[in-house]
């Protein structure tokens, strides 16, 4: 395993991070047990989370990731070995079943305070290593979406009161780092700024969506990420899984995530993007690199990641998203991805 | 014409801005001054131009164009009628007819006082109303360029705070009124509005970008910061370089048009992907009745974070073309199909 420091902290990450979604879905508890062991075994020391897990959202699954993450802490004493992140859910159309719901979940004291209490409860911890927004409460750029589109009457808590809520939280010793998901270079630099000024805490990191085929973040993230350092913890590595090539030629493998909710997660399921998946898949195969091996590498090392978020189903899965971390691609290798990009570029925004 | 507030400025620039590149080079000073005289005719105010212009630059027309513009003012008497934009060139691979050339140049304090004197001396005017930095001397994607790329050599670029200093003793001398960028990244903006607010220094007013139907990159991450910040886009090549009139479809090459006279500059805008966008959104200019320059600038007029469209033309009639679209509100109906042009191809001329 390789390590990064998170942000300006002192804490090595390892560039492998495990994502932790799909317990308590399509994973039970058992699974995850397996997929923690396994991932600690090969030096992953940071694990992945948030209040709103498992995915896809439900009342019935609310929490139900943290309290399986929770329940292996309490099994095997291994909380001092892990860093560990986990997300407060934010303001959106859905999530009824949460504290007031949907509209209600803004970035306020109340909600913060709520919110921290239910995941330490559920994690079976005293702190959380970092705690992350899991998407801006303004309107921003969502899932599927490319272009900003300004809203005259969009609202939200203004970002110094959401940072000093955050910091009672440090303060309190329940958190001990802050980062952002989903964000915008307009976010990241204001926080950046407002901590500065106030002497507020800074964000230690970014988690936004980055894969071969959605590279948004190289076009103005990237630049923030690097000169602020508040480095990318990629998530959707895979691209759902679509670029393991399991989908290709329509194929619907048991118990994949597109067999089960077709029309979930499309952000992922473009024309566009089909036609990309299928070079990338071709590239990896001619290389004799598994294709997803292959997908987490050119991830794993671009120079504004600090992490990269794996998410697997099954223990094969999470050994070749794992094995990455051994793999440096070629020169020759990043020119070809470079001109499979160029020529269509982000098909799965 | 409409008018809008340029930045947190009192000045009321006109939607449509002149822009004036071509002067000097594809046009005369004969044909510059009609633009101009035309354009102050339909209530343009606001003029665009940069020391290194006419383009393409090379040495025999540098400074040509702001002395096209400079002996409009002396013979029409009108410099108050105007409000002036030029830019300082920044440091690059060539321009070797520029001070002490390519590499050299850039915001230090020496290269800004010389730039500022010659641009006041060829525009016969005592000050600029909006000095913009042409592109950051830094590593940022340049014209045909997507992605930011991390350089960690680049290093030797003037500091922001420097650059504000420099500009700052530029405004006190009354050389210049206001300041703003071009070319600039999410980053930079928010760099820049950030040092002027800490050290008291001038605020940036306006970033002139690329922005165009077939360019949309401006919406992904500098329009939040251009709404939230009040630094609104001065959009440039709003026709990608005249294609989007729909004269260079089905290959035609034009007389005395910019791909025909210079194929491979300007390749930024000439892409095959660029192509099928640019049919299609003739296609529904076309099926509305409207012409298909004016509905592409039309688009760019009223984007919620543009302040003006430099417009720019070599004829009278696409002078008259471009400023038309100032009259035409595109529907919710056109909008829609816009949209899903862009989004099943985004950007295809970057």
């Not at chain 1, 090969?42 to 929490?63: C, H, L, M, Q």
């Not at chain 1, 959401?162 to 307009?186: A, F, H, M």
């Not at chain 2, 304090?109 to 005017?125: P, V």
Request: overall charge neutral; some cysteine.
């Amino acid at each position: 395993m390789r390590y990064r420091k998170l942000g300006t902290t002192d804490l090595d990450v390892s560039v492998i991070c495990l994502g932790t979604m799909t317990w308590g879905e399509q994973n039970n508890q058992d699974d995850g047990f397996k997929q923690m062991d396994y991932a600690v075994e090969r030096g992953v020391n940071f694990f992945d989370t948030a209040e709103v897990y498992s995915i896809p959202t439900k009342a019935e699954t609310y929490g139900k990731t943290e309290e399986i993450i929770g329940n292996w802490f309490n099994q095997n004493n291994k909380r001092k070995d892990i860093i560990l992140a986990t997300k407060i859910c934010a303001k959106s159309d859905g999530n009824s079943w949460i504290r007031e719901g949907g509209p209600n979940l803004i970035f306020d004291k109340k909600n913060i305070n709520s919110a921290i209490d239910g995941s330490l409860k559920r994690l079976k911890t005293d702190y959380i290593d970092l705690y992350q927004l899991h998407a801006p409460e303004r309107k921003v750029p969502k899932f599927g979406q490319l272009d900003f589109e300004y809203d005259p009457d969009d609202k939200w808590v203004d970002l110094e009161e959401v940072l000093y809520c955050l910091q009672d939280l440090i303060k309190q010793g329940k958190v001990r780092n802050i980062g952002v998901s989903n964000e915008t270079p307009w976010g990241v630099m204001s926080y950046m700024k407002i901590a500065e000024e106030k002497n507020l805490p800074r964000m230690a990191s970014i988690q936004n969506v980055y894969s071969l085929v959605n590279r948004i973040f190289d076009i103005h993230n990237s630049e923030v990420s690097i000169r602020e350092n508040c480095g990318l913890l990629a998530y959707s590595p895979l691209a759902g899984g679509r670029l393991s090539g399991k989908y290709i030629g329509g194929k619907n493998p048991p118990n994949s995530r597109y067999t089960l909710w077709a029309n979930r997660f499309d952000r992922h399921n473009t024309k566009r993007g089909e036609n990309a998946i299928e070079k990338y898949v071709n590239l990896a195969n001619k290389l004799n690199i598994p294709p997803s091996t292959f997908a987490n590498a050119f991830v794993n090392d671009r120079p504004f990641v600090t992490s990269n978020i794996i998410g697997a189903t099954s223990m094969d899965q999470l050994k070749e998203n794992i094995d990455s971390i051994d793999i440096t691609l070629s020169e020759e290798t990043l020119k070809e991805i470079e001109n499979i990009h160029l020529y269509d570029p982000n098909p799965c925004v | 014409m409409k008018y809008r507030k340029l930045g947190t400025t009192d000045l009321n620039v006109s939607v449509i801005c002149l822009g004036t590149m071509t002067f000097g080079e594809q046009n005369s000073q004969q044909e510059g001054f009609d633009q101009m005289n035309y354009a102050l005719e339909r209530g343009v105010n606001f003029f665009d131009t940069a020391e290194l212009y006419a383009v393409m630059p090379r040495k025999e027309t540098y400074g040509k164009t702001e002395e096209i513009i400079g002996n409009w003012f002396h013979e029409r008497k009108n410099r108050d009628k105007i409000i002036l934009a030029s830019k300082i060139a920044s440091k690059s691979d060539g321009l070797e007819w520029i001070r002490d050339g390519a590499e050299n140049l850039g915001f230090d304090k020496k290269n800004m006082n010389a730039a500022i004197d010659a641009s006041l001396k060829r525009l016969k005017t005592d000050y600029i109303d909006l000095y913009q930095l042409h592109w950051p001397e830094r590593k940022v994607p340049r014209f045909g360029e997507l992605d930011y790329k991390y350089d960690p050599n680049d290093n030797k670029w003037t500091t922001i705070e420097e650059v504000l200093f420099n500009l700052n003793e530029l405004v006190k001398s009354g050389k210049i009124r206001n300041v703003g960028l071009s070319n600039e990244t999410p980053w930079g903006m928010m760099k820049f509005l950030e040092v002027a607010k800490e050290k008291n220094f001038p605020r940036m007013m306006s970033i002139q970008n690329v922005y165009s139907l077939v360019n949309r990159v401006f919406d992904i991450g500098h329009s939040e910061v251009s709404k939230a910040e009040n630094l609104g886009l001065l959009a440039y090549s709003p026709l990608a370089g005249g294609r989007l009139s729909g004269k260079y479809i089905g290959g035609i090459n034009p007389k005395n048009a910019r791909y025909t006279l210079w194929p491979r500059r300007f390749s930024r805008h000439h892409t095959e992907r660029g192509e099928i966008a640019i049919e299609k959104y003739v296609g529904i200019a076309n099926k509305y009745g409207i012409a298909p320059s004016t509905f592409a600038n039309a688009f760019v007029n009223d984007r919620p974070f543009v302040t003006s469209n430099i417009i720019g033309a070599t004829t009278m009639e696409q002078l008259k073309e471009n400023i038309n679209s100032i009259d035409l509100t595109l529907s919710k109906e056109i909008l829609d199909e816009i949209e899903d042009v862009h989004l099943t191809n985004p950007n295809p001329c970057v």
